[in-house]
């Protein structure tokens, strides 16, 4: 495989990562602005990257998007949406705008009461219920109301390996931003917080922990770029095993990557107004849809 972006991909990063940088929130009280979110959501909408694959995108497109989202912590419906898609372009059913039901939850649902699951390998639609609390700030999570018992369609078993690869990869993507976001913040705040007459940054401690950071998120893209490539071009039993180990790895990696960007911002970092916690938020939330454990997963050691 070749890692590197085509200028189309790197095209559609920009352009997703200016819009996270524009819309997206730049403070905990940002999260309350009912008007940016307006604008946010009415922006993806332009863009119409929630219906990304039904427009041919691959696994790296979609994830590309992803995680320029999660480190921007985009606080509008995106990977609910590009999910319920993937499996909406195999039915051919119209309507309105879908999103992701997962075991009687919608964990994405922001102005969205429309929802497809995937059941095995039938593919069922339904109504979202009221809202319910989620630890992740930046998103509005609902109980599924209602389920119809008749699928609107069935899928081969690839189809439905392949597109859960595509949920787990685009999991992880959004999970790796979250914590590029997380450790952005803490370098920033590393090169303008001073102590001792110095900036906390020049200190062997905290570098030496932003530096672990940095080698963990490295470990994290490398790992989500081969699982996103191989949900298009390895057999889908391989791509489902390439995006289990990337959920998992990316997962706990930016555990560790929120955690230290907290312990960087000291006693600031455990309070209410700094975004650290919003990503850790996000990253937590994000790990406990389409989980994976590490006995899952077939390491090819026997």
Request: proline share 2%; net charge negative; charged share 25%.
């Amino acid at each position: 495989m070749d890692v590197r972006l085509t200028s189309e991909q790197s095209q559609l990063r920009d352009a997703a990562a200016k819009l996270a940088d524009d819309l997206g929130p730049g403070s905990v009280a940002d999260l309350e602005d009912s008007t940016r979110r307006d604008r946010l959501a009415a922006a993806i909408d332009r863009t119409g990257w929630r219906s990304l694959r039904s427009d041919g995108a691959t696994g790296v497109e979609v994830a590309i998007v992803a995680e320029e989202f999660g480190r921007g912590l985009v606080d509008a419906a995106f990977l609910g949406p590009t999910l319920a898609d993937d499996l909406l372009r195999h039915t051919g059913a119209a309507g309105a705008a879908a999103t992701l039901a997962i075991d009687g939850l919608v964990p994405d649902a922001d102005g969205l009461d429309r929802v497809v699951e995937l059941d095995g390998v039938f593919v069922r639609e339904g109504r979202a219920g009221g809202a319910v609390p989620s630890e992740d700030l930046t998103r509005i999570a609902k109980n599924v109301d209602t389920v119809n018992d008749s699928p609107v369609a069935m899928l081969s078993e690839h189809d439905a390996q392949r597109f859960r690869a595509l949920a787990l990869v685009v999991t992880a993507a959004d999970i790796l931003g979250a914590a590029r976001g997380a450790q952005a913040l803490a370098c920033d705040y590393a090169k303008i917080r001073e102590q001792y007459g110095k900036t906390i940054g020049s200190y062997q401690a905290v570098g030496h922990m932003l530096a672990e950071s940095l080698a963990v998120l490295e470990g994290s893209a490398s790992i989500l770029r081969h699982a996103a490539w191989a949900v298009d071009e390895l057999e889908p039993s391989e791509a489902v095993g390439a995006a289990q180990m990337a959920k998992l790895y990316c997962a706990r990696s930016a555990r560790t990557v929120c955690e230290n960007s907290i312990q960087v911002h000291g006693g600031i970092g455990n309070t209410w107004e700094c975004l650290a916690h919003v990503h850790l938020r996000r990253v937590l939330v994000s790990t406990e849809n389409f989980p994976v454990s590490l006995k899952e997963i077939d390491l090819g050691l026997s």
